[in-house]
């Protein structure tokens, strides 16, 4: 059966036009944090948007119903590759290759991005811990790379950093989604670390948070900590309202695990996640750290 494109359906249009689609799609979606912080330069949020834009429709297409959904995430390569050797369509691509010769931002990242919804269809565990820091690689890092692009750092040693960064948060939101993501049928949690702690998929299925389970989300939450501090000496690395908004996404993914840390590692009875005051407390505290020189690694 012939796939529907998901790009033909789409007249061409402006790219201011485009710029307000990829906002429009932003600004209706829930996240962590608010995606294009207002914290940033108004010139750099549209692009913003437009990378968010680009992310939330392969995370769509991923999770389209049916056997198409590698066909769909094929097509949308093939688009993809229209920012560097075409004329794309869609309006998210005609916002994203305004802002890929802008900043001059390479494929990669986005390929990486598409292929990390590949792997979800094919990979629903993962044996082992680099197992899932090979994914973390392909789902999260990609992002952090580019989003470095469009406040010009391209050198290794930032990527680098933001790589450890990206990866905590990834990791963060798999130890708060726990349930969630097994109800989806994928289970983030390495079989090797459920091993050496003697707790079941089979508890997990009925949602035992057991002694075991708790040391088992203990010991993720501990390494995941140590990645959010390797990572924060980006911080100090970029500058301008960057910085503040960089330190948010670092002090937020610490403080949800200080949360889980608070429940005793049980995320299989309530998901853990910030109230809107928490993260107004976030900001307002992150401003006052950032304007007297204090970093994040003691939080």
Known sequence: MDVPSQVAVQRSCSVEDAYQHCANL???????????SLLLPREKRKHVY???G????????GD?????????????????RLCYSGQPRHPILVALQNTIRTFDI??????????????????????????????????????GRIV????????????????????????????????RDHRKGRIYIPYE???????????????????NFKMLMQFEVDRTVELFRKGAPLIDKVKGP????LALFTLGGLAVLKLIRQRDYDVLSHRPSLSHGHKAWLLISTLARMHLGLGVQRI
């Not at 680009?54 to 297409?61: A, N, P, Q, T």
């Not at 680098?160 to 989604?177: K, P």
């Not at 459920?194 to 057991?210: D, K, S």
């Not at 960057?242 to 908004?245: G, L, R």
């Open 64 to 80: 389209e119903a049916g056997g198409n959904r590698s066909l769909l995430l094929d097509e949308w390569e093939r688009d993809l």
């Open 193 to 211: 670390d459920m091993q050496r702690f003697n707790y079941t998929e089979q508890e997990l299925v009925h949602g035992i948070a057991n002694n």
């Open 50 to 52: 437009a990378t968010y």
């Open 26 to 36: 932003a600004r209706t979606h829930y996240e962590n944090f608010t995606v294009g």
């Open 54 to 61: 680009f992310c939330r429709h392969v995370d769509d297409l």
């Open 148 to 179: 470095l692009c469009l406040f010009g750092y391209k050198d290794e040693e930032r990527q680098h950093l933001s790589d450890w960064t990206c990866t905590a948060l990834q990791l963060t939101n798999f130890w708060q989604d726990v349930s």
């Open 242 to 245: 960057f910085k503040v908004d």
């Open 106 to 143: 390479p494929c990669e990242p986005f390929l990486k991005l598409i292929e990390a919804n590949r792997m979800d269809q094919r990979q629903h565990r993962y044996p082992t811990y680099r197992d899932v820091l090979h994914y973390c690689d392909h789902s999260a890092n990609p992002v």
